[in-house]
């Protein structure tokens, strides 16, 4: 989508911004100071994880599309509850197929997706510095094997995870045209 129609949408309606991408590609810390920026409601959307699927991931198990199907509806719960209050939030959620953005985004608008994209390499080398997480680094490359890029048509930008986070927050919000609160 192009950014233009993103920076319109967003000034023109409430928004949630869904920080997306693979463990380790910085959603939380991006998410949280996007929020704190734009002074937005935040969500980490590991939170609405069913427990299930972390005792799960903890034991270094790959969640299946079963799996994650109550927790996307969580996520969506709360962005409808969000864009019903006329509001405007930031939720973490790794969104890496299609149809699980299929179903945040199931209103068809107030929904722009934030890829914070890198490479396995660089990803993985943050997560081996990671420390006291549920999801251990061994489960990266099963997520970069779900991984189906933003397409065109869907709300979105791609946005580069090699810099510092502060630098990859003012990106988007230059990307997007939104200025802090």
Not at 41 to 46: K, M, Q, V
């Amino acid at each position: 989508m192009d950014p233009q129609d993103l920076e319109t949408a967003a000034l023109t309606a409430p928004v949630v911004l869904v920080v997306m991408g693979v463990s380790g590609s910085g959603k939380s810390t991006v998410g949280a100071l996007l929020a704190g920026r734009l002074g937005w409601a935040f969500e980490e959307g590991d939170a609405l994880h069913p427990q299930a699927n972390i005792d799960k991931m903890a034991a270094g198990h790959p969640l299946t599309d079963e799996d994650r199907y109550p927790w996307l509806e969580r996520v969506a719960g709360w962005v409808d509850r969000v864009l019903d209050h006329g509001e405007n939030g930031v939720i973490t959620c790794s969104a890496l197929k299609r149809s699980y953005r299929k179903i945040i985004n199931r209103r068809r608008s107030g929904v722009v997706f934030v890829f914070l994209s890198g490479s396995e390499t660089t990803i993985g080398a943050r997560l081996a510095e990671r420390h006291g997480h549920f999801m251990p680094a061994s489960l990266l490359a099963s997520q970069f094997a779900d991984l189906e890029e933003l397409s065109q048509d869907e709300p979105g930008i791609r946005v580069d995870v090699g810099p510092n986070p502060g630098v990859i927050a003012q990106r988007i919000m230059d990307q997007l045209g939104l200025q802090p609160s």
